[in-house]
């Protein structure tokens, strides 16, 4: 019989805390376990096969501290390796668990809040380079009209304490700007990136009014919600305490100190030597 355990929340860094604290929020009483692979950040310029492997050993890692659910809270890797470790790796072992993404459970749902039927993605190169956002889209919407938008420097702002800053201006502007003119009538935007979130504001200064500007955090969270809903069997092996433990591939005292910003809430961290 398959012991219960931890759900595990993985990303390449901080960002998927953005999406960690409204999975916590949705599912306040299981318990948890976040690893963040700061050593090796950022995923998103890399191969997809360095991303395959990096997301794999730390997939292994989880599954070894027992996590028989985990979330790769991260769009790069959720682009990059997600299929391969659930068609190829998963197939291989002899028990019960399983990994799953964000942007099948955000793309599902994308369609419904746009009017005109034309939405933006901002993410990175990787992501963007995928398509993953586009065909997973199309799956759900096959009219709707996905337009991406590669913001290389979004991520160092956040990560280097910049995204509120006016030297983010720029960069901001920048890719606002080519966005819309490559779709004039985009009415929605995903910000796929975890990152993402703590731009918001910046964002929402320079974007036009009436122009929607969603979150992956509480879509993910709600997705997650409904997918336990509907497998039981899943859902009996996920123990249920309350309690959240922090991993970091990097220094503790810099992901607690950065951690916090992302997450909201002091954090004490772990490290995990890969």
Same mark, same amino acid.
């Given at each position: ?7 595990? #929340? ?7 805390? !953005? ?6 929020r ?11 692979d700061?050593?090796?950040? &950022?995923y998103?310029n890399?191969s +997809? ?14 599954f ?25 790796? @998963? !197939?291989?072992? $002899?028990d ?9 459970p ?5 369609g ?29 919407f &096959?009219? @709707?009209?996905v337009?991406q938008?590669?913001?290389?420097m ?5 990560? $280097?304490?910049? +995204? ?6 720029? +960069? #901001? ?8 003119h ?10 796929? /990136?975890t990152?993402?979130? @703590?731009?918001?504001k ?5 974007? &036009?009014?009436g ?13 997650l919600?409904?997918? =336990? ?7 009996? =092996? /996920?123990?249920?305490?309350?309690h959240?433990?922090f ?17 909201g ?10």
């Amino acid at each position: 019989m398959q012991a219960a355990g931890p759900i595990g #929340v993985f990303d390449s860094g901080y960002g998927g805390l !953005t999406v960690f604290k409204e999975i916590v929020r949705a599912l306040t009483e299981y318990d948890f376990i976040y690893l963040g692979d700061n050593a090796r950040v &950022p995923y998103g310029n890399r191969s +997809f096969e360095t991303v395959y492997k990096y997301t794999l050993e730390c997939v292994n890692h989880l599954f070894e501290m027992n996590c028989n659910l985990v979330i790769l809270a991260c769009n790069t890797a959720s682009a990059k390796a997600l299929r391969s470790i659930q068609q190829n790796d @998963l !197939t291989k072992r $002899n028990d019960y668990r399983r990994v799953l993404g964000v942007i099948r459970p955000t793309a599902e749902v994308l369609g419904n809040f746009s009017k005109s039927g034309q939405v933006g993605i901002f993410a990175t190169q990787g992501t963007v380079t995928s398509e993953s956002y586009i065909i997973e889209a199309h799956k759900q919407f &096959p009219e @709707l009209n996905v337009t991406q938008e590669a913001c290389p420097m979004w991520v160092p702002l956040v990560e $280097n304490n910049e +995204f509120d800053t006016p030297g983010a201006d720029y +960069f #901001v502007k920048k890719h606002i700007h080519s966005l819309l003119h490559k779709a004039p009538n985009i009415d929605t935007i995903l910000l796929a /990136c975890t990152h993402y979130p @703590l731009l918001e504001k910046k964002i929402r200064q320079f974007l &036009p009014s009436g122009i929607q500007l969603l979150g992956q955090g509480e879509i993910v969270a709600a997705s997650l919600k409904d997918y =336990l809903n509907r497998h039981p069997e899943m859902e009996k =092996l /996920c123990t249920k305490s309350g309690h959240r433990t922090f991993y970091t591939t990097e220094s503790t005292a810099d992901f607690d100190r950065k951690g916090k910003i992302f997450l909201g809430e002091d954090i004490r961290s772990r490290h995990l030597e890969l």
